[in-house]
């Protein structure tokens, strides 16, 4: 019962992160890559099958794994600076928002913001 609850799950998950071909396209025009971790169509047992080709590549797997671990790193540190500078930009917007009109008014005082005479 809960192998099938599970296999449901999974197949749930994949139809919701399927993404359309034109959105598909639209990202990688943007953000091209030719990292095979990044294509839509990808497989982990044919991508794991390259690592290892072999049983005897295998006694590579620490080095597979710390180059992974690497990548992931360098990853959540450019989310970390995106994310930082997304707070950062709305934080300056908010701060010239509440800074805006006393400025305009310190620079152009002759300015009159009422009704004409």
């Known amino acids: 019962m809960m192998e099938e609850e599970e296999l449901e799950f999974v197949e749930e ?3 919701v992160l399927q993404l359309t071909p034109e959105v598909q396209l639209a990202i990688e025009q943007v953000f091209p890559s030719q990292d095979p971790l990044d294509r839509a169509d990808f497989n982990a047992v044919e991508y794991i099958n390259t ?3 072999t049983e005897q590549s295998l006694a590579n797997i620490d080095e597979v794994v710390n ?3 690497l990548k992931i ?3 959540d ?3 970390r600076t995106v994310v930082r500078g997304q707070t950062n930009v709305g934080q300056d917007g908010r701060q010239d928002k509440t800074g ?3 400025t305009a008014a310190t620079c152009c005082p002759s300015v009159s913001l009422g009704p004409g005479p």
Request: aromatic share 6%; net charge positive.
């Open 77 to 79: 540190d450019n989310i």
């Open 100 to 102: 805006q009109a006393p």
């Open 73 to 75: 790193r360098r990853l």
């Open 51 to 53: 690592l290892f080709p």
């Open 13 to 15: 998950l994949e139809a």
């Open 67 to 69: 180059k992974i671990r």
